[in-house]
């Protein structure tokens, strides 16, 4: 009477990573997910190792976590891993406000994202 094996979400050469709650606005965190999309992971990790954003170094870890995971889990090759997807999505917004001259009040809106990276093995050509 044991519970049935879900189903993985993701192919059989993939594996992925997500992470949420980013104090990011998702525009921001998008710049980062389209520089590390389609490359091979130890190109994008040396990418994200010199990026100057504040937020690359949580982007890097987000895809350390995902070429751990198609390591350990998923057993793929991690020389032949490339970032097949990398997405960004919406998440909480803290509203923060500030008073103002004859007053009125001035709204600081707080963004938080959230980033799903995927990577794919692909046998490389001769």
């Not at 519970?3 to 990011?24: F, G, W, Y």
């Not at 995902?66 to 390591?71: G, P, S």
Request: glycine letters at 4%.
């Amino acid at each position: 009477m044991s519970k049935e094996k879900n189903s993985r979400r993701v192919a059989d050469n993939e594996a992925m990573a997500k992470v949420r709650m980013l104090r990011t606005s998702p525009q921001k965190l998008n710049l980062l997910a389209a520089l590390i999309r389609g490359k091979k992971v130890e190109k994008a990790l040396t990418d994200l190792t010199f990026s100057h954003k504040r937020i690359s170094d949580d982007v890097r870890k987000c895809l350390q976590s995902a070429i751990a995971n198609a390591e350990n889990n998923h057993n793929l090759d991690v020389d032949e891993l490339i970032v097949a997807e990398a997405y960004v999505g919406k998440n909480l917004t803290m509203k923060r406000g500030r008073p103002r001259a004859r007053g009125r009040f001035g709204r600081i809106i707080k963004p938080f994202s959230e980033l799903t990276i995927k990577v794919r093995q692909v046998e490389e050509q001769a």
